[in-house]
T-cell receptor, first 114, second 119 residues
Framework: KAGVTQTPRYLIKTRGQQVTLSCSPISGHRSVSWYQQTPGQGLQFLFEYFSETQRNKGNFPGRFSGRQFSNSRSEMNVSTLELGDSALYLC?????????????FGQGTRLTVV | AQTVTQSQPEMSVQEAETVTLSCTYDTSESNYYLFWYKQPPSRQMILVIRQEAYKQQNATENRFSVNFQKAAKSFSLKISDSQLGDTAMYFCAFMKHPLYGGSNYKLTFGKGTLLTVNP
């Protein structure tokens, strides 16, 4: 069974640019959540998508957005990048079977904004 | 809103010894799950152990066990016979029950405890 795949693994962008990160969940999982991990703030929840609908959103500015496709793959977009957006972005896949609460994480995308 | 607190930023233990990582949380929910996740230097977040709040029995997974004190809102992780491969960042996390109050799989994490196992 393939795990959660995040692409790309590393990304360097310039301030003001935009970026799109991708996450392919485990087959059969309908929920994809995104987290931002930084040394100062730790792991912070960005948003969750379930069957193409955003179910929950964290306290991030509108520059952070996402979407989910019919095959459950999800993308996260950050527009007008700021230096503070440099972080490890983790995607988690859940909801494969009724009552299964385990979140399976991808290896993350390391975004550096210069 | 839920909060998760890990009061030990760093800990170290000798190989083969036992170590306990602390976690406290705050919630008004009655149905929820608690987790310990491990993040080694490779960055891959891996589930170590899970506890359902309605279960009084503490969860165990091989060398890993928890001490779940619901009234005290405490959820500590005990690692027995520590191994070098246990060196990692450990995160305590909370999730509302997806069926009974959450309708989502959002995790709230603590700041983490960096555990180093020394040979």
């Amino acid at each position: 069974k393939a795990g959660v795949t995040q692409t790309p693994r590393y990304l360097i962008k310039t301030r003001g640019q935009q970026v799109t990160l991708s996450c392919s969940p485990i087959s059969g999982h309908r929920s994809v959540s995104w987290y931002q991990q930084t040394p100062g703030q730790g792991l912070q929840f960005l948003f969750e998508y379930f069957s193409e609908t955003q179910r929950n959103k964290g306290n991030f500015p509108g520059r952070f957005s996402g979407r989910q496709f019919s095959n459950s793959r999800s993308e996260m977009n950050v527009s007008t990048l700021e230096l503070g957006d440099s972080a490890l972005y983790l995607c988690a896949s859940s909801g494969g079977q009724s009552g299964n609460t385990e979140a399976f994480f991808g290896q993350g995308t390391r975004l550096t904004v210069v | 809103a839920q909060t998760v607190t890990q009061s030990q930023p760093e800990m170290s233990v000798q190989e083969a010894e036992t170590v306990t990582l602390s976690c406290t949380y705050d919630t008004s929910e009655s149905n929820y799950y608690l987790f310990w996740y491990k993040q080694p230097p490779s960055r891959q977040m891996i589930l170590v152990i899970r506890q359902e709040a309605y279960k009084q029995q503490n969860a165990t997974e091989n060398r890993f066990s928890v001490n779940f004190q619901k009234a005290a809102k405490s959820f500590s992780l005990k690692i027995s016979d520590s191994q070098l491969g246990d060196t990692a960042m450990y995160f305590c996390a909370f999730m509302k029950h997806p069926l009974y109050g959450g309708s989502n799989y959002k995790l709230t994490f603590g700041k983490g405890t960096l555990l180093t196992v020394n040979p």
